[in-house]
């Protein structure tokens, strides 16, 4: 009944922004966390940001502090990852992960993930 939908790649040139999205529905748990992952060809899965629903809990991977923000529209249970000043290395599928409990960058902690959104940075 979880589930979880991606949307808003695409492909944009080095510099350029772009804001991915998750759509989160069939749980209502008092607290979770949402996390954003990432997989590009030939690497492992890495953490790049999460939130917690009462916002308790925000992190983001070295890489990307500066240049991504996370936020939450509690509204539409939706959470956006605004990603700026997009380089070559962010190239990669970007997973939405949900669990129960507080917002983690380690990708075994999370039970449902979506089907994930392409995000491409290419001149």
């Known amino acids: 009944q979880v589930q979880l939908v991606e949307s808003g790649g695409g492909l944009v040139q080095p510099g350029e922004s772009l804001t991915i999205s998750c759509a989160a529905s069939g749980f209502t748990w008092d607290y979770y966390g949402i996390g954003w992952f990432r997989q590009a060809p030939g690497k492992e899965r890495e953490g790049v940001s999460c939130?917690?629903?009462?916002?308790?809990?925000?992190y983001y991977t070295k890489s990307v502090q500066g240049r991504f923000t996370i936020s939450r529209d509690k509204a539409k249970n939706t959470v956006y990852l605004q990603m700026n000043d997009l380089k070559p290395e962010d190239t990669a599928v970007y997973y939405c992960?949900?669990?129960?409990?507080?917002?983690?960058?380690?990708?075994?902690?999370?039970?449902?993930w979506g089907q994930g959104t392409q995000v491409t940075v290419s001149s």
């Open positions: 992960a949900l669990r129960r409990g507080t917002a983690t960058l380690l990708a075994s902690d999370y039970n449902y």
């Open positions: 939130i917690a629903n009462t916002d308790s809990a925000i």
